[in-house]
Nanobody, 125 residues
Framework: VQLQASGGGLVQPGGSLRLSCAASGRTVSSVGMGWFRQRPGKEREFVAAIGRSAGYTYYTDSVKGRFAISRDNAKNTVYLQMNSLKPEDTAVYYC???????????????????WGQGTLVTVSS
């Protein structure tokens, strides 16, 4: 599956952004999808994931209640709605696709076989 991430930009603290991850080659409903981010000087970290059944979503603690992952099967796209953004959310955000159950090693980047190119989110006043 090929993935194309978009939607990043500059936003003030407390603002919102919606990231998109458009897929081709496979339907997003047939794979687990995750969002990761990489802050300057840090390792890539798990942000959120959605299973093949859209009812299964997972979040890292630092974004719970602020971020929401969703999927539009008709558009073959996965979204990450980010609200109440903080400066520490500044990072390059990547979407990724995972075969099999999303709940197995979902936070491990090596579990994902396909990655988008990344989109930069900067939260600053």
């Amino acid at each position: 599956v090929q993935l194309q991430a978009s939607g990043g930009g500059l936003v003030q603290p407390g603002g919102s952004l919606r990231l998109s991850c458009a897929a081709s080659g496979r339907t997003v409903s047939s794979v687990g999808m995750g969002w990761f981010r990489q802050r300057p000087g840090k390792e890539r970290e798990f942000v959120a994931a959605i299973g093949r059944s859209a009812g299964y979503t997972y979040y890292t603690d630092s974004v719970k209640g602020r971020f929401a992952i969703s999927r539009d099967n008709a558009k073959n796209t996965v979204y990450l709605q980010m609200n109440s953004l903080k400066p520490e959310d500044t990072a390059v955000y990547y979407c990724a696709a995972k075969e099999g159950s999303i709940s197995i090693r979902m936070a491990v980047p090596a579990s994902y076989g396909s990655w988008g190119q990344g989109t930069l989110v900067t939260v600053s006043s």
